[in-house]
């Protein structure tokens, strides 16, 4: 391709990458998911790729931060449980009739709880963000990890709502008989849609002049500052939204497991995400979704052949690391120039 | 609150304390030399203690538990060091962070095969049980006071291994000037290895001590590995004298905090503690590097 | 214009028991060139991470068209009109050189929560940005990832940066460091080309490049300024001769320049 004058050319006049029949192919897959696995009667996948969904959401958020803005957080794990607890805590209350802090009724209404649960994690997402990223390096990293296990702790000792042991969900998400989340495949596809939605809207923001900010900063901070730009309050931005966003896969996981547990928020959960991201390929946003899905399917595999699959995960990782740092998805060629 | 419990509660503090500080010892020093996050050294810490516990098993003396899983845990880290972490040198943290990950992931699962899942029991040493009256009237176990001895102990070899040799010197330099000591022609590969076999050795006779005391099983580096890596940001990258500060500070803040806090609050202390320090002091309290 | 664009009173900084920068006083015209030579060790880094804002001097008034800025962070200088380039190249190495200078543009046209609109296909960011580029001479490199861009290009680039920013200062740290002849002759007649368009101080080694381009210059010693003149003033100045004579390849210089 000779053609280097301009940014863009028209798109018509460029192959599709490999990339791009990447994504198409796992849009199709994702699809067609429900209806084949019916059809094979194996109706666990769909419960197994929810699961991945949900994941895929976290991870995508994590990439936001992480793949275009270099933030290594340790705590986005810390973001999703808020969002999880805030469904099953609403719901706990709805079913038992109580009311939240003497105050706020409860309630299994979807239309109030995730958006709760979203605002939740933001403003946790910025009051962490406010504090940690005034450091660099190692020190946001511990500062973050930090903050997860002061969450983790927080919610360990809400014996209230099952501390330890955590908390059944009284009653999955409703959204006025629109869709019924109990059932599986209806949960699959609004997960999907929720994902493919996020997706977009993610590309749009990593594209625009907001992410290019983001990935001056993460590439070269220091010449960001003296070409003008005050780059901790857009990087704050950033960390809220993408602890927002992690609160809404926090919603949809209390959904997929019926279940909320300080668990979910410890430290290792969010290494787990960070490992999604690397995994698949950062910087990308369908990387992470890949990633998550190759962890989990591994993982399930893996625990499959053997009790002891995590003697062999850990040293795959290390190889990734090693050898494949760009990830899966970062091993396809993408156009050239950027 | 009697003046018998704070004295007890105060040497519990410097216990866990001079156990943080031979995990932090190890930590910092790889990270201040090498600018090497390792978070498997905690399964160094782990290993260190199976070891001791099998050999205290098979042999009886705990001083051969102790010496062979010092050694058997420093030849372990030296061939990790040379096999796998030496190529991550160069990487970024990030990459570190997940490569130790993954080496977690693989020690834990090795110890659940070779030792199972059940903890593994790890008996006083004879002559180290029963208790000394330091203070009359309150008896404090005397393997405890032992533990807070090897600690200050190796502090003090440490202080004059750092302070009073040329290793301790190119250290030093090493810490403050990585690229620096490199130029002048050191060979710093060997340097590396020794660095990392020594902070996993110690790491191993933290696991060697706290065996009879905590309970020897699988993830039992993960907790400790917090900790550790509080303490040495606390303690400033690259210090071993912050390490030793810091050590103390987090072994007390968390045995008070624990005695006079509720639980969740509790738990939270070195945490509001550390992020306390970094606010007022965001490189640590000695931090090495320039 | 009487009142200097750039004044500078008094600047302090210690590093432990070093003085870095010893009372040091400046003063730069609106539209000129203005050199600042010395010999290595002088205190010249220090004394630009100072007007950049990246540094906190202990004493002394930095001020800027009259307005005193000594505490303003490196982004609020940069949107008052003074820009620093880097000794050592500072770019975005994973971007194309077109990106390298858009973010630049990016950072003068307002604040940047924009997130819908896509801002590499965005022509306010684009058209200003090819121009920049096509004024230090790389306009058929704008799509060229920066690594793969020679030396000299980078360099180049470097100043690409700093003049989308619109600024009124340039402090240019060292823009010929690391060149040979004629990449430093590309350097040097681009910087010609700037003048009178920017006021410009430049910090140099290169005396040629200094010598052709300033309309005045200061002597910087351990900290201080000890002359400050036009070329030919600098040159007889006992003083700086004086301060020379312990590097012989600059005193070489000034007796045959």
């Not at chain 1, 390929?281 to 369908?286: D, E, W």
């Not at chain 2, 030496?86 to 970024?92: C, E, L, S, V």
């Given at each position: 391709m000779t053609d280097t004058t301009t940014m863009t050319g028209p798109p018509a006049l460029r192959a599709p990458s490999a990339r791009l029949w990447a994504v198409a192919l796992l849009a199709v897959a994702l699809l067609a998911l429900p209806p084949a696995a019916k059809a094979l009667g194996e109706p666990f996948y769909i419960s197994l790729v929810s699961r991945v969904l949900v994941f895929a959401l976290a991870a995508m958020s994590l990439d936001l931060i992480l793949?275009?803005?270099g933030m290594v957080c340790f705590g986005h794990a810390m973001f999703m449980g808020v969002g999880a607890y805030v469904v099953g805590i609403l719901a706990h209350h709805g079913a038992e009739e109580t009311l939240l802090f003497g105050l706020l009724p409860g309630t299994d209404s979807g239309w109030i709880a995730w958006p709760l649960a979203m605002l939740c994690a933001g403003l946790l997402a910025l009051a962490v963000g406010y504090v940690s990223l005034r450091t660099k390096g190692i020190h946001f990293i511990m500062i973050t990890l930090a903050f997860a296990q002061m969450a983790y702790f927080f919610f360990v000792s809400l014996r209230a709502y099952g501390g330890d042991d955590g908390l059944s969900l009284a009653a999955r998400s409703t959204f006025s008989d629109l869709?019924?989340?109990?059932?599986k495949t209806s949960f699959y596809y609004v997960a999907l849609g929720v994902l493919v939605v996020v997706g977009l809207l993610l590309w749009r923001v990593t594209n625009s002049r907001f992410g290019m900010v983001l990935q001056g900063a993460k590439a070269n901070e220091r010449r960001m500052a003296h070409i003008g730009f005050p780059v901790f309050r857009y990087r704050l931005v950033a960390f809220t939204l993408a602890g927002a966003i992690a609160g809404l896969a926090g919603a949809l996981l209390a959904n997929q497991a019926n279940f909320v547990s300080p668990a979910m928020m410890h430290w290792t959960r969010s290494g787990e995400i960070i490992v999604m991201v690397i995994l698949g390929?950062?910087?990308?946003?369908?990387g992470p979704v890949v990633g998550a899905f190759v962890f989990l399917l591994l993982e399930e595999v893996l625990s499959g052949w053997t009790e002891h699959w995590q003697a062999v995960f850990g040293p795959m990782l290390l190889l990734v690391v090693i050898y494949?740092?760009?990830g899966l998805y970062g091993l396809l060629p993408a156009r050239e120039g950027k | 609150m009697s003046a018998m419990l704070i004295a007890e509660q105060t040497l519990n503090g410097l216990q866990l304390g001079t156990m943080l500080f031979l995990m932090a010892a190890g930590l910092t020093l790889v990270f201040g030399i090498m600018n090497l996050i390792n978070l498997a050294h905690g399964s160094l810490y782990m290993l260190g203690a199976y070891f001791a516990a099998t050999l205290f098993r098979l042999t009886g003396s705990f001083l051969l538990a102790g010496a062979g899983a010092f050694v058997g845990v420093l030849a372990l880290g030296m061939l990790l060091e040379l096999a796998v972490?030496?190529?991550?040198?160069?990487?970024?943290h990030l990459d570190q962070v997940l490569a130790t990950f993954g080496l977690i992931l693989f020690f834990n699962e090795m110890a659940r095969i070779v030792w199972g899942p059940q903890a593994v029991f790890m008996p006083l040493p004879e002559a180290l049980e029963g208790t000394v009256a330091l203070i009359p009237g309150a008896p404090y176990p005397l393997y405890r006071l032992v533990t807070i001895g090897v600690g200050m102990a190796v502090a003090v070899a440490l202080y004059l291994l750092i302070g009073r040799t040329r290793a301790g010197m190119l250290i030093r330099a090493g810490a403050s000037n990585r690229t620096m000591v490199e130029a002048l022609g050191v060979n710093i590969r060997v340097l590396y290895t020794a660095v990392f076999g020594l902070g996993a050795a110690l790491a191993a006779l933290a696991g060697t001590m706290a065996g009879p005391l905590l309970s020897v099983q699988v993830g039992m580096g993960d907790g400790v590995l917090i900790l550790t890596l509080v303490v040495i940001v606390i303690g400033g990258i690259g210090s071993i004298r912050g390490a030793f500060i810091a050590a103390l500070l987090v072994g007390l803040s968390d045995t008070f905090g624990r005695m006079l806090l509720p639980a969740a609050v509790a738990e939270m202390t070195i945490y509001i503690l550390m992020a306390a320090i970094l606010t007022w002091r965001p490189q640590g309290l000695f931090p090495a590097h320039d | 214009m009487d009142r200097p664009l750039l004044k500078v009173t008094g600047l302090m900084k210690r590093f432990g028991a070093l003085v870095?920068?010893?009372?040091l006083s400046l003063d730069l015209k609106d539209g000129e060139i203005h050199a600042l030579i010395g010999p290595n060790g002088a205190g010249k880094s220090t004394l630009v991470a100072q007007l950049a804002g990246e540094l906190r001097s202990d004493a002394g008034r930095v001020e800027f068209e009259g307005a005193d800025?000594?505490?303003?962070t490196p982004p609020e200088r940069v949107a008052l009109g003074m820009v620093r380039s880097f000794q050592i190249t500072s770019v975005?190495?994973?971007?194309?050189a077109l990106a390298n200078v858009a973010l630049a543009v990016q950072a003068r046209q307002?604040?940047?929560?924009?997130?819908?609109?896509?801002?590499?296909?965005?022509p306010a960011l684009v058209g200003p940005a090819r121009r920049c580029l096509e004024q230090v001479g790389l306009g058929d490199r704008?799509?060229?990832?920066?690594?793969?861009?020679?030396y000299g290009e980078q360099r180049q680039l470097e100043i690409a940066m700093a003049l989308a920013t619109n600024p009124k200062l340039l402090l240019l740290?060292?823009?010929?460091?690391?060149?040979g002849r004629e990449d430093g002759a590309v350097i040097v007649e681009l910087l010609s080309s700037l003048r009178g368009k920017h006021t410009m101080l430049l910090i140099e080694h290169d005396m040629d490049a200094v010598f052709s381009l300033a309309d005045r210059i200061s002597v910087l010693v351990y900290g201080r300024a000890i002359a400050t003149g036009t070329p030919d003033t600098i040159r007889r100045d006992p003083d700086v001769q004086r301060a020379y004579l312990g590097e012989e390849a600059h005193a070489g210089e000034f007796f045959n320049a």
């Open positions: 793949g275009y803005g869709v019924s989340l109990r059932d390929g950062m910087g990308s946003l369908v494949a740092r760009q | 972490l030496r190529r991550f040198y160069a990487r970024d | 870095a920068t010893d009372n800025v000594t505490a303003l975005f190495r994973e971007f194309t307002g604040h940047s929560f924009r997130f819908w609109r896509s801002a590499k296909t965005d704008a799509d060229w990832p920066t690594a793969r861009l020679s740290d060292e823009p010929l460091a690391g060149m």
